[in-house]
């Protein structure tokens, strides 16, 4: 997963766990499929390409396509979130709920 924003360079996630706290917003160009929760708070994501908004509370968790572009930023302004990134398979069961 590969983070950004206007203000920073890049950063490559490779496909260990990894944690974010997000003040603001950010850009997430998927390197590896895998899931992306919510750690705290609440976070508006927007897909590349997709008519609606996602937002996500505190245990949601969403899968990413290798490839995917996403924005994602705190719901409320000012306010902060945390992410938690974990690539790997997801189940038959997991799919229908992504």
Same mark, same amino acid.
């Given at each position: 997963? @590969? ?5 920073? =360079? ?22 590896? !499929?895998?899931? &992306?929760?919510?750690? =705290?708070?609440? *976070? ?9 908004? @996602? *937002? ?5 968790? &969403? ?5 995917? +572009? ?15 990134? +974990?690539?790997? !398979? +997801? =189940? ?7």
């Amino acid at each position: 997963m @590969i983070l950004e924003n206007q203000s920073s =360079t890049p950063l490559r996630w490779d496909g260990r766990p990894r944690s974010l706290r997000l003040a603001g917003v950010q850009r997430i160009s998927v390197a590896q !499929a895998g899931w &992306l929760q919510v750690g =705290t708070g609440q *976070v508006w994501l927007t897909r590349d390409g997709a008519l609606d908004d @996602i *937002v996500l509370a505190r245990g949601d968790r &969403l899968w990413l396509d290798r490839g995917e +572009q996403v924005v994602v930023e705190p719901w409320s302004r000012g306010a902060d979130a945390a992410l938690v990134w +974990q690539h790997g !398979a +997801q =189940t038959s069961a997991e799919a229908v709920a992504a």
